[in-house]
């Protein structure tokens, strides 16, 4: 206002006007700062550099020396020499037990993202339900451990004896089906039997894990669910679809790459998580999850994992022990890679046929 | 339509009302879907109710005493399991730990959103530093000891020599140790908080931006005064759910931190936290410690539900205020 009081203003060239100099401490306190975040982006991303290099040097050298033997063979003992020993048994507890959990926590999160988006999106249920998934996004994984370690584990923790409870209930399998030693109903009685006495095993890991799978999943599973245009759900109902036509027909292939996104970065996460297993699983040196004696599957035994192998071999003085543990670090986080970067290329292909 | 051609079509199967079948698999999957949405509420508060409900006996027989008393002495005639240490441990090496993943978290997320490098790279950058939190912590760990421990430690003993009447400085990193944990545990929630900032940076409305620079603001003027405050809210929530991530990271700390119950103020001595004092001790412990152990894991949850309930509500009220806005 003051300026238009006085007179006409006078007008600098248009070079002043429309350039700021670059010497005026303005400018320079910008040009700054951009390369200061530049450069804390930058130092940001060495350490991911810095961990994939130092696996590949020392994780890698152990596999070019001693070949892929350690896929095979058992972890070593004492006095075993360099170069000698694996991790076979660790690699198939962390598969089994991750798929289980896989088992247990996709198709409670996929149903439950499904009434999220489908059934009833603005609730107070569903408000309680994300709210409910995101603070279990937040859940200290040594938690689930500490939670599963209560429940299962412990002999007269709840599922204990939930399990002791249906084991007296249910009838012999020899006296039910005589001469069927390897059937699922006799493999059902001998993990009831097993899961009433407590105890580590692959079932308490896999409960562990499949409580910080399942708010994964669900969260992006609704995520995924919501993209799917409403027009395509309109034109099912418009054509006579129940509900669950539309849901099952139409919203969830459409939404599937989204809602596969969210159960591979779910499987990456528990593929890596140590701390839920040091109390559920424990560790076995000697033991397979899977194996050729009836009943072939055997989720009531301490099982072996990536992870607590790494955590046990880190603090070993054998330096035999620390290279397999280098190596066995390199297995596991490309595992968690592949699982990580294809979820994330598969919810990129997505999008556009999405919208 | 005549009805000749309706009959026609029904008995064609082209229009039918659905069948009893197509009821029963929509009354499934609607009750399915509903149990199992109920189902995650129930299980959070089973989960809280089993960590609870397992920490009792340690109460019945102590009460809190173990909350506020410093030693941890397992070999004596009366055990004493004094978790102040830990508690306190956990605290001062996630504040720490912060610290740096703040001032680098928020630095990305400000250089990734404001336009600073053309888009394809922008994406390249945010999928890197995305994928910092896809490595395990376990193997993170492993990294700390062998590459981080022997990078800082002449640095750190520099700094003990000369600066050691400093607090902060006082003594020498001998391996394990706060400043060593502090900064894989930095990185390790790095992640989180730059995505979240970056969501909250990136949702502020483009026309306050172009109404700075419109007026004169250079580039950093119109970012720290007037976007940065607008998403502050946002920012402030990635912070809190950042801190509630470093409370309960367990297996780097465990590997890195030493495994000592003291707490001392200095970044380069050995400590605990509760999370890596119940990963370090479980496997040996006996009963009378279990029953400890699980009590502090109640500890934990009570700090980190606190915290994470603080964070996620920032969050939704940051999101609420800006819905109207965009779109």
């Given at each position: ?29 910008s040009?700054?700062l951009s390369?200061?975040a530049?450069?804390?982006t ?70 439950g993202a499904i009434f999220l988006a489908e059934y009833s999106p603005a609730s107070r249920l569903s408000t309680a339900v994300r709210f409910a998934a995101k603070v279990?996004t937040g ?76 708010p994964i999943v669900i969260l992006t599973a609704e995520q995924a669910l919501r993209m799917v245009p409403s027009k395509m759900k309109q ?16 919203v969830?292939?459409t939404a599937?790459p989204g809602i596969?996104t969210g159960?591979?970065l ?77 979820g994330q290329?598969l919810s990129r292909s997505s999008r556009p046929r999405g919208r | ?100 993943a703040t001032?680098f978290g928020v630095a990305i997320a400000i250089f990734l959103s404001q336009d600073f490098v053309p888009r394809k790279l922008e994406v390249v950058l945010k999928n890197i530093v995305e994928?910092?939190a ?55 929630v790095l992640p989180t908080i730059s995505a979240v900032s970056y969501d909250a940076l990136s949702s502020v409305h483009p026309r306050l931006k172009e109404g700075a620079l419109g007026l004169g603001a250079t580039k950093w003027e119109t970012i720290l005064k007037v976007i940065v405050p607008t998403a502050s809210t946002g920012i402030f929530g990635a912070i809190v759910l950042g801190f509630g991530r ?62 994470n309930v603080i964070g996620a509500g920032i969050i939704q009220f940051a999101n609420r205020g800006r819905k109207g806005a965009v779109q």
């Amino acid at each position: 206002m003051s300026a238009l009081s006085h007179g006409p203003v006078p007008v600098p060239p248009a070079s002043k006007l429309f350039f700021r100099s670059y010497g005026s401490p303005r400018t320079l306190i910008s040009m700054g700062l951009s390369i200061l975040a530049g450069a804390l982006t930058l130092i940001a991303c060495v350490p991911l550099f810095s961990v994939l290099i130092m696996l590949l040097i020392r994780g890698g050298s152990r596999i070019i020396h001693s070949g892929l033997t350690m896929f095979t063979s058992l972890p070593p003992g004492a006095m075993a020499k360099m170069g000698e020993g694996g991790f076979s048994n660790a690699l198939w507890g962390t598969l089994v037990m991750v798929g289980l959990a896989a088992l247990l926590s996709v198709p409670f999160g996929i149903l439950g993202a499904i009434f999220l988006a489908e059934y009833s999106p603005a609730s107070r249920l569903s408000t309680a339900v994300r709210f409910a998934a995101k603070v279990l996004t937040g859940l200290p994984s040594i938690l689930a451990g500490v939670f599963a370690y209560a429940a299962v584990v412990i002999p007269d923790g709840p599922f204990a004896r939930g399990a002791g409870v249906l084991f007296r209930l249910l009838p012999h399998p020899a006296a039910a089906l005589p001469g069927a030693p390897a059937s699922m109903y006799f493999q059902l009685y001998e993990n009831l039997g097993a899961v009433s006495k407590g105890g580590f095993s692959a079932i308490a890991g896999a409960i562990a894990l499949s409580v910080l799978m399942i708010p994964i999943v669900i969260l992006t599973a609704e995520q995924a669910l919501r993209m799917v245009p409403s027009k395509m759900k309109q034109a099912a109902v418009g054509m006579g679809c129940t509900k669950a036509q539309v849901t099952w027909k139409v919203v969830v292939p459409t939404a599937l790459p989204g809602i596969l996104t969210g159960v591979m970065l779910a499987i990456a996460r528990a593929a890596g998580e140590t701390a839920p297993l040091i109390f559920t699983a424990l560790a076995s040196d000697y033991l397979f999850p899977v194996d050729g004696h009836p009943p072939f599957v055997h989720l009531m035994r301490q099982t072996a994992s990536m992870a607590v192998f790494i955590f046990n071999g880190s603090a070993r003085p054998q330096a035999n022990l620390i290279e397999l543990a280098w190596a066995a670090s390199l297995v596991l986080v490309l595992l968690v890679l592949v699982f990580n970067i294809g979820g994330q290329l598969l919810s990129r292909s997505s999008r556009p046929r999405g919208r | 339509m005549t009805q000749i051609a309706v009959d026609q079509m029904k008995t064609l199967g082209y229009a039918r009302p659905p069948s009893l079948w197509d009821r029963t698999v929509d009354l499934t999957t609607r009750s399915l879907a509903r149990t199992f949405a109920v189902g995650v509420v129930l299980l959070l508060a089973y989960v809280v109710y089993v960590i609870g409900w397992s920490a009792v006996p340690v109460i019945r027989e102590h009460g809190f005493n173990y909350l506020l008393s410093n030693t941890w002495d397992t070999n004596g005639d009366t055990p004493q399991y004094g978790l102040l240490p830990a508690i306190l441990g956990t605290l001062y090496s996630s504040a720490l730990a912060l610290l740096i993943a703040t001032v680098f978290g928020v630095a990305i997320a400000i250089f990734l959103s404001q336009d600073f490098v053309p888009r394809k790279l922008e994406v390249v950058l945010k999928n890197i530093v995305e994928l910092l939190a896809a490595i395990p912590s376990v193997v993170y760990g492993l990294w700390g000891i062998f590459v981080v421990v022997p990078l800082i430690r002449p640095f750190c003993n520099f700094l003990g020599d000369h600066l050691g009447s400093f607090p902060l400085f006082h003594g020498n990193l001998a391996g394990p140790g706060l400043l060593p944990a502090a900064i894989v545990l930095a990185i390790m929630v790095l992640p989180t908080i730059s995505a979240v900032s970056y969501d909250a940076l990136s949702s502020v409305h483009p026309r306050l931006k172009e109404g700075a620079l419109g007026l004169g603001a250079t580039k950093w003027e119109t970012i720290l005064k007037v976007i940065v405050p607008t998403a502050s809210t946002g920012i402030f929530g990635a912070i809190v759910l950042g801190f509630g991530r470093a409370l309960g990271e367990t297996m780097a700390l465990a590997m890195l931190l030493g495994n000592v119950n003291q707490f001392r103020w200095s970044i380069f001595s050995p400590g605990n936290t509760l999370a890596a004092l119940i990963a370090n001790n479980f496997p040996e412990a006996d009963t009378d410690q279990v029953k400890v152990l699980l009590f502090a894991g109640m500890v934990l949850l009570a700090i980190t539900l606190v915290v994470n309930v603080i964070g996620a509500g920032i969050i939704q009220f940051a999101n609420r205020g800006r819905k109207g806005a965009v779109q």
